[in-house]
């Protein structure tokens, strides 16, 4: 068995070979495996071919016992840009499952829809993403991602957004003028004729 924090170390450099990869589907594919699953669809994810491994990477979209590989497929949908195709996910997603106890996979989710939006527009999405910023209750970081990707879906640069880690103020210019700048692209792209 090969080692696979090793495999996961060559998948980000893009050295796993064909037959290392059909090893990772094999253990990946077999429930009774005892690899980490979520290393597993993450080597697929980074050196994988969609062609290939995208239909097995895919069953765990859904895996309401472990959201963490819920959250890796999705990742991994991204990086091999089939977000297209897995759209109505990433809405659920988005909105939150309520499964997703530590919302690990709406975290990710609501990252995901603003590189989505920064080079196409969807109205549902932009929507989800703008309500989530404007009245999100609780722990705040839903409201600070969905403001984050609005940022990003509006054309912010990636260094004008504040840090994670830094407090902001919903309320203060810089929130107020990212969701000003998403009402506007939704009024323009998304009005109804």
Known sequence: ???????????????????????????????GSAVDKYTLIHILGLAGSP???EELVAEFLHNEEDPMLSRMALLSMSSWRRLDKYL???????RGVE?????DVRAIALTLAGNYLASRVNCDLLEILIDTAKHEV??????????????????SSRSSIPRLTDDI???????????SGAENLLRRSCATS
């Open 88 to 94: 109505p996910e990433l809405l659920e997603f988005c």
């Open 99 to 103: 499964w997703d106890d530590d919302e």
């Open 138 to 155: 609780g722990s705040g970081s839903a409201r600070r991602l969905a403001l984050d990707a609005l940022a990003v879906a509006t054309g």
């Open 169 to 179: 103020d919903f309320n203060g210019r810089w929130a107020v003028s990212v969701l």
């Open 1 to 31: 068995m090969p080692n696979v924090a090793d495999l996961l170390d060559r998948a980000k450099h893009g050295a796993v070979s064909r037959t290392e990869l059909e090893w990772t589907a094999e253990a990946l594919a077999d429930p």
């Open 51 to 53: 062609a290939d491994y």
